[in-house]
């Protein structure tokens, strides 16, 4: 099975679940982004269906999709016409000797009307299928559908773990920074496709603090079409300011208390831009608004 950096527990329990040929009917897998709880699902899925192919009609993978609305990227819920097709997949008979996996990534983005279909699959589970829930706010799911999985939670990781994924290259205590305790961000750094750049960051997060009403609303303007960016970008500045709250001149112009004030509205934006009808220009500029009363 897959061998990923941390939540050794999680892989160890899979495995004997494999060994055994005992599988629950549905499992939950739970925890923040960049994890490698899809990778470990994906891996656990090819292991248990038995037939030795990486693609096959034995698993199959639910995902919400991405659409532009007002030029913005969102991801779109999981609806109930994908909970169907993974209903006539199920009804299906196995191509290989084992069970068959569905995969649900994303699960929270299920609507509920979608989770309540689903919900029904598991009341009546069909014959040598198992069903694997991915989700990274577990608040989200149905209390009705997590009492029929076994739940596994996946745990950020400690930064010498990390630090193993730097290898010989790059600057591994910055790396393991910026990768926030999460294996997965540590590689997308590792692998350039996250660039993270310490001092241009902390320089950014400084400016944005010392900046007047009128040139964030400027930056605003640049950067709100850029969620999955800005998220990102906003998860270091929250690792930041919580450095700063325990080690003096970290951030310039930011004291301890101000970080504590600022960590709680930058994570208060985060959430709200999660959901797919908040204006993400308009949440900027009322972050702004709140940051310049906690500064001033």
């Avoid at 400016?207 to 270091?236: G, P, Q």
Wanted: hydrophobic share 45%.
């Amino acid at each position: 099975m897959l061998d990923i950096v941390g939540n050794q527990k999680v892989i160890f329990f899979l495995k004997k679940e494999a060994e055994k040929k005992t599988f629950s009917q549905s499992y939950l897998f739970f925890g923040p982004r960049h994890l490698g709880k899809f990778s470990v699902a994906l891996s656990f899925a090819q292991e248990i269906v038995e037939n030795g192919e990486k693609n096959n009609a034995d698993i199959i993978i639910i995902s919400p999709k991405e659409e532009e609305k007002n030029g913005v990227m969102r991801i779109k819920d999981i609806g109930v016409d994908e909970i169907r097709q993974l209903q006539h997949w199920a009804s299906l008979y196995s191509s290989g000797r084992g069970c068959k996996v569905g995969i649900i990534d994303d699960a929270e983005k299920m609507t509920v009307s979608a989770q309540n279909a689903f919900l029904k699959t598991l009341e009546e589970p069909p014959l040598n299928c198992v069903f694997i829930l991915v989700c990274h706010n577990k608040e989200k799911i149905l209390l009705t559908v997590v009492s029929r999985c076994v739940k596994r939670k996946f745990n950020l990781v400690n930064d010498m773990e990390i630090r193993k994924i730097a290898g010989i290259a790059g600057n591994s205590e910055v790396l393991s920074f910026g990768a926030l305790g999460r294996p997965g961000m540590a590689i997308k750094i590792k692998k350039g496709e996250v660039i993270f750049e310490y001092n241009r960051i902390k320089e950014e997060l400084e400016k944005i603090i010392k900046n007047n009403l009128n040139e964030n609303f400027i930056w605003a303007e640049k950067n709100f079409k850029m969620i999955n960016d800005l998220s990102i970008k906003m998860n270091f500045w929250l690792a930041l300011l919580r450095e700063n709250m325990f080690e003096k001149e970290i951030l310039k112009g930011i004291s301890s208390s101000q970080s504590f004030f600022i960590i709680e509205e930058l994570e208060k934006f985060l959430q709200n831009a999660k959901k797919n009808n908040s204006n993400i220009r308009l949440a900027l500029e009322n972050l702004f608004l709140s940051l310049e009363k906690i500064i001033n």
